[in-house]
T-cell receptor, first 116, second 112 residues
């Protein structure tokens, strides 16, 4: 069974541009969450989706947004890119509803974003 | 890919020794904990998890211990191998969402 798939794996953008990252969860998983990973801040939660609804949001500015489609695939968008947005963006999926005990969460390989 | 943890604490062990990686978590209400392994250029890989109603759980060559009194989590790796070299993160989850709070990570370096 395929794991969490993220595209693109690597991309370079210019300040002020926007970017869209895509995530396909493990087949059958309906919960998708996004994380940002940087050397300085570590792994930080961005948002979580279940059944096309955002269930939880981290402490990031409104330039960061996301959505989930009916097939559970998810996208996140960052508008007006800043140099500090350079990071590894990770998508994770899990089977059960948010809050289900022992809801194992699996990560994709991430999308490396460099803003120049 | 770039390194995502340039200044992490490092645990150096000899191949074949046992490794113990420690983690202090922040929220006494957290009810679920996960250990992840992250190799350079890759995403976090699930290793083992434990619920808050347990204090020990064993997997293949790995054991997780949970001490809720002092909010401490540890990962024990038996007979450490060069392939175990990576950054290890603990993560906690609480409440009704799948939001994970990650620790800073520990780099494990295995020497032959």
């Amino acid at each position: 069974k395929a794991g969490v798939t993220q595209t693109p794996r690597y991309l370079i953008k210019t300040r002020g541009q926007q970017v869209t990252l895509s995530c396909s969860p493990i087949s059958g998983h309906r919960s998708v969450s996004w994380y940002q990973q940087t050397p300085g801040q570590g792994l930080q939660f961005l948002f979580e989706y279940f059944s096309e609804t955002q269930r939880n949001k981290g402490n990031f500015p409104g330039r960061f947004s996301g959505r989930q489609f009916s097939n559970s695939r998810s996208e996140m968008n960052v508008s007006t890119l800043e140099l500090g947005d350079s990071a590894l963006y990770l998508c994770a999926s899990s089977l059960g509803q948010p809050g289900t005990a022992g809801n194992t969460i699996y990560f994709g390989e991430g999308s490396w974003l460099t803003v120049v | 890919g770039e390194s995502v943890g340039l200044h992490l604490p490092t645990l150096s062990v000899q191949e074949g020794d046992n490794s113990i990686i420690n983690c202090a978590y922040s929220n006494s209400a957290s009810d679920y904990f996960i250990w992840y392994k992250q190799e350079s250029g890759k995403g976090p890989q699930f290793i083992i998890d434990i619920r808050s109603n347990m204090d020990k759980r064993q997997g293949q060559r790995v054991t997780v211990l949970l001490n809720k009194t002092v909010k401490h989590l540890s990962l024990q790796i038996a007979a450490t191998q060069p392939g175990d070299s990576a950054v290890y993160f603990c993560a906690e989850k609480s409440g009704g969402y799948n939001k994970l709070i990650f620790g800073a990570g520990t780099r494990l370096a295995v020497h032959p």
